[in-house]
Every structure is written in C-alpha cells, then in structure tokens.
C-alpha cells in the first residue's frame, strides 16, 4: 500500500468517528465517539506534526538507504561548479600561492560534518595561513583509480603538494575488476512506502529494527570481513597495487610533492593494522616516505569518540581538526 493510500485510509477513519459523533440519534454513542474525535484527531495531528519535521527539518547523515541521509545530503553538501565540495577557486585566488590539491573519498569530503569549515582540508588550510591554498578535489565514494581520474581532469596540473587520502575501501575498483563485489542486503519484507514516502516512518523503522549489520547475499561476509579478504587476494592486491603505483607516477610527472595520510577502519583501528601497513609499504617502494598513517590515533581516542554516530563510521569534526593538527605538525610545521 503506498502512502497516499494510509493516508486516506486514516482520513476515512476520522470521517466516519466525526460523523457518528455529530450524529443526534444516539446519544451515548455520540459522547463516545466525541471523546474518541477529539483523541484520534489528536493522534492525526502528532503525525502530521512529526511527518514535517522528519521531512522538512531533521537530517542525519549515517545510513545512505535513509530519508534522513538524503535530507543531510541535500542541506550539506554543497558543491561549486566542478562538482567538489569546496569554494569557486579561480587561477587569481591561489596566483604566487604554494598550492595543495587535497584528493580523496568522502572522508576527505568531509561527510557527516555540517560545518566545512571544521573539515580537516579547511582547517589545515587555516593553520598554513594566507601562503598556501588548500584547495579539495575529493569525491565521496571514490576510489585509487577513480581519483587518478580526478587528479587528471582538474584544471590545476602544476600544483605544489599533492595530499592523497587514503581509504581502505580504495581497493573496491580492483576487486571488481575481476567481478569481485560487495553486495549488502537490506530486510526484504519493508513496505516501500516506509523506504521512500514517509520520512517518519522512515525514520521510526531504522530505530526500531534491531541493530541491522548489512551482509553480503551471496557468503553473508559483513563489508570489512569481504575487504579484508579482497587484500589477501594476490590477484587483487597486484592489480590495486598497480593502481597505487598509477597515481603516484602522475604525482611524479606533476612534479608535485606528495604526502599520503592512510586511514584505518575507524571501527577496528587495530584489526586493520596489517592493510594499512600494508598500502603504506607499497607507497613506500615507490621512493616516498611522507606517510601518515592513523590507526594509532583512533586507537588511543577510542573509535566511538572518532566517527560521526553510530550509524554513521566517518570522521567526526573532532578527529578533522586532529587529523589537520597531525598532518602540519608531520609535515609542514617545520
């Protein structure tokens, strides 16, 4: 049934209450559904009221498959002109400026933070001062080879620095390349107008379903369970390695320097250990050694005082700005 449809059929409902109500013949049933108008009307109400407010009003940006995430989405993330979430630069605004293209996914896009400002490109930018120009490149959901093809199409091909942001997801590209993917299964007996119509239901429904962990269909792997299998593969690790290697030789042809910042699994910093260590490893073989890589600092903040919610596993405004404290004070501090 769709939602227009549980809409008249309550409707109706308060039509047929208000009609015995206002009828004369009975006079007992008439006080009863008198009573029962004025408390159903008041149920109707209360509905409508937070039918608004989730729809026109509350946003949170954790699950994508929510009405709440697409509210978030639409208030937040603004972009300029070439789809990035930043400010118009134009070649006066960063003329005789040493010039940084910070490049990345959607942790360098900074989602879940309302405030851009607090993003950790925006605040590195501000402790480097009126000399630089932090400009942000990142696309959410993008990965090595996918921001390869960012870095190429971006009018800016002479910068200064390069700082990539490193994701563990970055290796999805090469896993599908040999049909390798992460299908996630959401509950299949959900009325689609709770998915799509009604934000309050929409928003009722994902708190009061059990703590939902999405599982693969095929093996039932949760993501990081099939992530850190896709780095053990040999066959995917050579071809996102290549990848790897890809992009820094387009660094290099800049003439960019280049610093990488590797972030964790932000919910199990040291579980992921050995895939940073191991991506780092790999950028290092290329002659590069400005790595910073942060599964000590999840750790030792404690990885539900990181990531923007439950619901949500990205970098809160907190860990942006210690993220921007760490990267001037390793690399441009001195």
Request: hydrophobic share 45%.
């Given at each position: 049934?769709?939602?227009p449809?549980i809409?008249?059929?309550l409707?109706?409902?308060?039509?047929?209450?208000?009609?015995?109500?206002?009828?004369?013949?009975?006079?007992?049933?008439?006080?009863?559904m008198?009573?029962l108008?004025?408390s159903?009307?008041?149920?109707?109400?209360?509905?409508?009221?937070?039918?608004?407010?989730?729809?026109?009003?509350?946003?949170?940006?954790?699950?994508?498959?929510?009405l709440?995430?697409r509210n978030?989405?639409?208030?937040?993330l603004?972009?300029?002109?070439?789809?990035?979430r930043?400010?118009e630069?134009?070649p006066?605004?960063?003329?005789?400026?040493?010039?940084v293209?910070?490049?990345?996914?959607?942790?360098?896009?900074g989602?879940?933070?309302?405030?851009?400002?607090?993003?950790?490109?925006?605040?590195?930018?501000?402790?480097?001062?009126?000399?630089?120009a932090?400009?942000?490149?990142?696309?959410?959901?993008?990965?090595?080879?996918?921001?390869?093809?960012i870095?190429?199409?971006y009018p800016?091909?002479?910068?200064?620095?390069?700082?990539?942001?490193?994701?563990?997801n970055d290796?999805d590209?090469?896993?599908?390349?040999?049909?390798?993917?992460?299908?996630?299964?959401?509950p299949?007996?959900?009325?689609?107008?709770?998915y799509?119509?009604?934000?309050?239901a929409?928003f009722?429904y994902?708190?009061?379903v059990?703590?939902?962990?999405?599982?693969?269909?095929?093996?039932?792997?949760?993501?990081?369970q099939?992530?850190?299998?896709?780095?053990?593969?040999?066959?995917?690790?050579?071809?996102?390695?290549q990848?790897?290697?890809?992009?820094i030789?387009?660094?290099?042809?800049?003439?960019?320097?280049?610093?990488?910042?590797?972030?964790?699994?932000?919910?199990?910093?040291?579980?992921s250990?050995?895939?940073?260590d191991?991506?780092?490893?790999?950028?290092?073989?290329?002659?590069?050694?400005?790595?910073?890589?942060?599964?000590?600092?999840?750790?030792a903040?404690g990885?539900?005082?990181?990531?923007?919610?439950?619901r949500?596993?990205?970098?809160?405004a907190?860990?942006?700005?210690?993220?921007a404290?760490?990267?001037?004070?390793?690399f441009?501090?001195?």
């Amino acid at each position: 049934m769709s939602f227009p449809g549980i809409i008249s059929i309550l409707l109706a409902i308060w039509a047929v209450i208000a009609l015995l109500a206002w009828q004369k013949r009975f006079g007992r049933l008439r006080r009863v559904m008198g009573g029962l108008l004025i408390s159903y009307t008041t149920v109707l109400l209360l509905l409508a009221a937070g039918e608004l407010y989730f729809r026109y009003l509350y946003a949170e940006s954790g699950w994508s498959f929510t009405l709440a995430f697409r509210n978030w989405e639409d208030r937040y993330l603004i972009r300029n002109s070439l789809g990035f979430r930043d400010r118009e630069w134009t070649p006066d605004d960063y003329a005789g400026k040493q010039t940084v293209l910070v490049l990345g996914d959607s942790f360098s896009v900074g989602w879940g933070v309302e405030n851009v400002e607090e993003r950790y490109s925006n605040v590195l930018g501000q402790m480097l001062g009126d000399d630089y120009a932090v400009i942000n490149i990142a696309i959410g959901g993008s990965t090595t080879r996918q921001e390869l093809d960012i870095l190429r199409r971006y009018p800016l091909q002479n910068p200064d620095i390069v700082l990539w942001q490193y994701y563990l997801n970055d290796i999805d590209d090469a896993a599908l390349s040999i049909n390798e993917r992460w299908y996630p299964t959401l509950p299949t007996d959900t009325p689609q107008w709770i998915y799509g119509e009604s934000y309050l239901a929409n928003f009722l429904y994902w708190r009061l379903v059990p703590v939902f962990t999405p599982v693969d269909a095929s093996d039932g792997l949760t993501y990081w369970q099939w992530s850190y299998r896709t780095y053990d593969n040999s066959t995917i690790w050579a071809i996102h390695e290549q990848e790897i290697n890809d992009l820094i030789n387009y660094v290099d042809g800049m003439g960019a320097r280049l610093i990488v910042v590797i972030f964790p699994n932000l919910q199990d910093p040291v579980g992921s250990i050995a895939y940073v260590d191991r991506v780092a490893q790999a950028i290092a073989a290329t002659g590069h050694d400005e790595i910073l890589t942060l599964y000590g600092d999840v750790a030792a903040l404690g990885s539900e005082n990181v990531i923007v919610s439950r619901r949500d596993a990205h970098p809160n405004a907190m860990f942006h700005r210690h993220v921007a404290q760490r990267i001037y004070e390793t690399f441009f501090a001195q």
